[in-house]
């Protein structure tokens, strides 16, 4: 299973732009890139999903490199709801469902 | 209905205790999974079941045993647990097959408390 590191924690603004990047060295050729949101003592929230280049949708962009050893998924103009643990997926490319969740980033949105 | 719900969502019981997680979605999913968390950390995958069937369990201690009466629903039944099994336990669905690039839903979680 493809490893992920990203960093541990990160800090914001309101109205600015962020991104999180996650390293992703061991992806295999069928691996999807996933973004799950999680707020404190609820279940995690599917934000973003690609594969390769640019995927964009109403809450954020995914950013993916030719090599597609990382990826960085990006949040517009942030509010203070945005506070939130950010996980970065890579799937199992062998099949199956396991689904390996790295540590995630803490993003702290201040006013 | 794009709503998974577990109950109950708190529960606190003792170490000789017997009681039982449920999940249910109706959203057609053929894929069920369970997962725990400890405070701090990212969820760790526990039980998937496919089509009703158990398809992945992950070296889960016996003391916790999953059971798919059918599509929509999926429970853990604990016994005999242990203060380190105290824990957020969430369920989550996708779709059909599986596989890396479906999308799963969450339920809020039910956090347990082993005393």
């Known amino acids: 299973l493809a490893k992920t590191t990203q960093p541990i924690s990160m800090d914001s603004y309101e109205g600015q732009e962020v991104n999180i990047t996650c390293s992703h060295n061991?992806?295999?050729?069928?691996?999807?890139i996933t973004w799950y949101q999680q707020f404190p003592s609820q279940g995690p929230r599917f934000i973003i999903q690609?594969?390769?280049t640019k995927v964009t949708n109403e809450v954020a962009s995914l950013f993916i490199p030719a090599d597609r050893k990382s990826s960085t998924l990006s949040l517009p103009r942030v509010s203070l709801s945005d506070t939130a643990v950010y996980y970065c997926?890579?799937?199992?490319?062998?099949?199956?469902?396991?689904?390996?969740f790295g540590a995630g980033t803490r993003l702290f949105v201040k006013a | 209905d794009t709503e998974v719900t577990q109950t109950p969502k708190h529960l606190v019981m003792g170490m000789t205790n017997k009681k039982s997680l449920k999940c249910e979605q109706h959203?057609?999913?053929?894929?069920m999974y369970w997962y725990k968390q400890k405070a701090k950390k990212p969820p760790e995958l526990m039980f998937v079941?496919?089509?009703?069937?158990?398809?992945i369990n992950e070296s889960v201690p016996s003391r916790f045993s999953p059971e798919c009466p059918n599509s929509s629903l999926l429970n853990l039944h604990l016994h005999a647990l242990q203060p380190e099994d105290s824990a957020l336990y969430l369920c989550?669905?996708?779709?059909?097959?599986?596989?890396?690039?479906?999308?799963?839903?969450f339920g809020p979680g039910t956090r347990l408390l082993v005393l």
């Open positions: 959203m057609g999913h053929r894929a």
């Open positions: 061991n992806i295999a050729t069928n691996d999807y």
């Open positions: 079941y496919s089509y009703e069937k158990l398809s």
């Open positions: 690609g594969y390769k």
């Open positions: 997926l890579v799937g199992d490319s062998t099949g199956g469902f396991k689904t390996i």
């Open positions: 989550a669905s996708s779709q059909e097959s599986g596989g890396d690039q479906e999308t799963q839903y």
